[in-house]
């Protein structure tokens, strides 16, 4: 009923504890992958959505399973926790904006440019 798997260094165990559609995914438990480049980005989104219009605000992917993704560049959290309110909220205003989020217009927005 369980299985063991690690993902990018990251150890899980999942449970089979439903029958059928009796448990589904929500937005609610999700994974978050922080990627360099934009490159990793259009990658992890294309293979996680597979063609399915699965893309969701904000990065968000929902793959085959139904369970969602969050594929980030790994500075996004910097710019949207920036002190400097400005430009805080210009990088959240752009995410906000995106499906897949592309991080030469973030650090545009977040640069007021």
């Not at 490159?39 to 793959?63: A, F, H, M, N, S």
């Not at 790994?74 to 002190?83: T, V």
């Amino acid at each position: 009923m369980t299985v063991q798997f690690t993902l990018a260094g990251q150890d899980y165990i999942a449970l089979n504890g439903g029958i059928g559609d009796m448990f589904t995914f929500t937005m609610g438990v999700s994974l978050s992958v922080d990627c360099k480049t934009q490159k990793e980005i259009d990658t992890y989104t294309r293979k996680l959505d597979r063609g399915r219009r699965e893309q969701l605000p904000c990065g968000w992917v929902k793959d085959k399973f139904g369970m969602y993704w969050q594929i980030n560049p790994d500075d996004l959290a910097k710019m949207i926790a920036d002190k400097n309110a400005a430009r805080a909220t210009r990088a959240m205003n752009a995410m906000m904006q995106m499906r897949k989020l592309d991080i030469a217009a973030l650090k545009k927005a977040y640069a007021g440019k």
